[in-house]
């Protein structure tokens, strides 16, 4: 899963050295390579953009144009941090309860998740035993999970941080196995030949040798979480911008919903890039 | 006075869905210290079955494996292996990788600073001390089974175990390394077991060859002592009779009376 980085532009390669060189043509060529890049997606998105206020534009259109949005909910979008008590509060606050009900049950959901995936990965027998059971459950949609976590922890944000915990849990699990299970068993040898003990084992060859399948695995986890923590705080309110969302349905302002669901797009693209930029960077230093 | 390394009476076989393969049986082996031993044999004669279970990495079915007289039950540093593929691991720099058995097996011997020296005198022996802090994914497979070597020498094993150790590697650096070796070995008298499909390494280096029958229930066919001295030169010997004849003894072994079954090797 190693994502190829561009060549540093001379002129940056330049800075770490002595004597910083200008490459005129570097920059140039780097400008060229960056603008290459970003025309295409904006380009779609300018004509994704286009089509939708042609169809939407007029009276009798279910949904409002994309001017029409910008124009109800500028206050919305140009106060994020305002807080005027209860769940009356800016798209910055939501979000961050969200965020911190997904950083709760994420962080749970990593630790059994690799705990679990250790053991499976490295006993045959807890494989066998477990593997079944977890390929069932794994296919229980998120949701259908909350009425049981409402009903045990009798409790709105607990339940949440279930849900979250119990949706991420299952592809990390499964891709820490993997991981380990794909150590090479010449590394096992040579462990074997040194006599390393068990927790030497694990912190000197397993953890290193599986750590790019963990973060496949937290990678994947974290996207489902994002999905999780709107669809259950849709249903368990409070502040957070799954309600937030269904709060606006119900008050019939449609264009805070395309806000909000534009806002939870951006912020579950930049979990997953912060957790792939976090494995490259692990896996940077564990593969040559 | 007892044998160094004796191997007596040991088999191998392997439970299949098709009831038990015998993969070795009846084989005796016995190893003077210093002594440095060539396994040599068709692909799946057994030979590298046979040297996992003197490193303990395979248990034997039937006899045993005595080193100083005691039994192998279990790996150990005592009988340290180079792998075929190096086997570093590619996240510790060659530095780290033999202080990582350093520290294993000299970690209540020896002060933080003699394993320090120990870890860069080790890759100094193999010619590596330019690439201490690289990555083995940064150096050449000839250099990664330098370290592989180092890394093993670092253990100071009563047997050191070779796994075809130059079988990856391109003629010049296979060459380069088999000096090496050789020249390690007149230094620090280790005993050694090598395995080995190429008949001039098995000759050049060898104070016997030990051939191995084909499998399945493959054993040794016939032991080759080389009475060539050393030091050794690859140039002179070229046409030394002693070593021609060795060659040729060896070669008729393998392709004349223990040919591979034409179908069978495809």
């Given amino acids: ?288 | 006075m007892a044998n160094y390394l004796s191997i007596e009476q040991v088999g191998v076989s392997f439970d299949t869905d098709r009831g038990p393969y015998v993969a070795l049986r009846d084989v005796n082996l016995k190893v003077e210290k210093g002594e440095y031993i060539s396994i040599i044999g068709h692909s799946g004669c057994g030979k590298s079955t046979l040297l996992n279970l003197v490193a303990g990495l395979l248990e034997t079915t039937t006899g045993a494996i005595l080193l100083e007289d005691k039994e192998v039950s279990e790996p150990g540093p005592e009988r340290a292996v180079v792998f075929q593929n190096h086997s570093l691991l590619p996240w510790l720099s060659v530095y780290d990788n033999v202080k990582l058995a350093v520290d294993k097996v000299h970690g209540k011997t020896k002060s933080r600073a003699e394993r320090r020296d120990w870890v860069l005198h080790n890759l100094a022996l193999v010619g590596m001390s330019h690439a201490v802090d690289r990555k083995p994914g940064e150096i050449s497979g000839g250099m990664k089974q330098r370290v592989g070597i180092a890394r093993a020498l670092a253990m100071e094993p009563k047997v050191l175990l070779l796994d075809e150790p130059f079988g990856a590697l391109d003629a010049l650096t296979r060459a380069q390394l088999q000096d090496k070796v050789m020249e390690i070995q007149a230094r620090l008298g280790n005993t050694v077991i090598m395995i080995t499909h190429d008949v001039d390494e098995a000759v050049l280096l060898s104070d016997r060859i030990v051939m191995m029958t084909n499998g399945p229930a493959a054993t040794i066919g016939e032991i080759l002592t080389i009475e060539l001295p050393r030091p050794r030169n690859r140039l002179t010997l070229a046409d030394n009779p002693t070593y021609v004849k060795a060659r040729t003894a060896v070669m008729e072994f393998l392709y004349a009376r223990h040919a591979l079954n034409k179908v069978e090797a495809a």
């Fill in chain 1, 1 to 288: 899963m190693t994502v190829r980085t561009e060549p540093m532009p001379k002129f940056l390669a330049g800075l770490s050295g002595r004597l910083p060189t200008l490459d005129r043509a570097a920059v140039l060529r780097w400008l060229r390579r960056r603008l290459a890049a970003a025309l295409p997606p904006l380009v779609m998105l300018a004509l994704l953009i286009g089509l939708w206020e042609l169809l939407c534009r007029g009276g009798n259109a279910p949904l409002p144009a994309p001017s029409q949005v910008i124009a109800d909910t500028w206050d919305l979008i140009s106060d994020p941090f305002f807080d005027n008590g209860g769940t009356d509060k800016g798209l910055f606050w939501q979000i961050t309860a969200s965020l911190s009900r997904v950083a709760e049950g994420f962080l749970i959901s990593a630790v059994v998740g690799i705990s679990l995936g250790v053991l499976i990965g490295q006993s045959s027998l807890a494989f066998r035993g477990l593997d079944p059971i977890f390929q069932v459950l794994r296919t229980v949609p998120p949701l259908a999970w909350l009425p049981l976590s409402l009903a045990a922890f009798q409790a709105a944000n607990p339940s949440a941080i279930f849900v979250i915990a119990i949706t991420s849990v299952w592809p990390i699990i499964l891709n820490t196995a993997v991981g380990i299970r794909n150590i090479p068993q010449d590394y096992r040898n040579v462990a074997r030949v040194l006599r390393l003990s068990g927790p030497e084992f694990f912190f000197k060859i397993m953890l290193p040798a599986s750590v790019p399948f963990m973060f496949t695995g937290l990678r994947i986890g974290i996207g489902l979480s994002w999905l999780a923590i709107v669809a259950a705080e849709m249903l368990i309110g409070g502040v957070g911008i799954g309600f937030f969302i269904w709060d606006a349905w119900n008050s019939s302002l449609i264009s805070e919903i395309i806000v909000a669901l534009i806002a939870v797009g951006i912020v579950g693209y930049i979990l997953d890039r912060l957790i792939g930029a976090l494995g490259n960077l692990v896996a940077g230093n564990v593969k040559s």
